[in-house]
Every structure is written in C-alpha cells, then in structure tokens.
C-alpha cells in the first residue's frame, strides 16, 4: 500500500452541507404512482364508495405535500426554491403552504 493510500484512508473527508437527493424517495413516490394508477383502475369499475375513498386520497395529498414543504423550509429551503419545484412563483408557494396568520 502506498503513502497516498494510507493517507486517504485516514482522511477524514468533509460532509456536505446539502443534503445528499434521496434517491429512496423518488423509488417510494414512483412505487405511490404505479399503486394510484393501480387503483383508478379499480375504481373505475367499482361503486361510489370506492370512489369517495380514492377522492379523500387527494387530502392526504395535499397534506403530503405541505408536510414536505415545511420540511424543506426547515432544511433552509428558500421560497424561490420551492416554488421552482413546485413550477409556481415564490409569492404563490409562499400565499399557498407559508404560515398563516
């Protein structure tokens, strides 16, 4: 083994300050997707219930997506960032998950 080697070994090596994209989550959202579209299919041939349940899935959505930006501002993440990835203006991002009142 070599100087160099040794030394890199026992290197510590720097965290970034980002936090590392979860490749975890975007597996997760896509196996939710596949699972959604699973069941429109479903519905689609089923009674009103069925479909008053896959109707109460977009609340739990919409919840998901306000728990997820709080997180991302708890992170640091400015408004202009979540609004770019949410494809809106900051001013809207903000009027629509920032604190109310």
Known sequence: ???STVKAA????RR???P??????????????????AAATRVA???EYELRALLDLQHEL??????AVAGQRAIGRSWAYIALATGTTR????????KKG
């Open 1 to 3: 083994m070599s100087a």
């Open 20 to 37: 590392k994209h979860s490749v975890e989550a975007i597996e997760f959202i896509g196996a939710v997707r596949r699972m959604l579209r």
């Open 62 to 67: 919409d919840a998901a997506i306000a728990t």
């Open 10 to 13: 026992f290197t510590p090596r």
């Open 16 to 18: 970034s300050k980002r």
């Open 45 to 47: 041939q089923a009674d």
């Open 91 to 98: 001013e809207a991002a903000y009027q629509r998950w920032g």
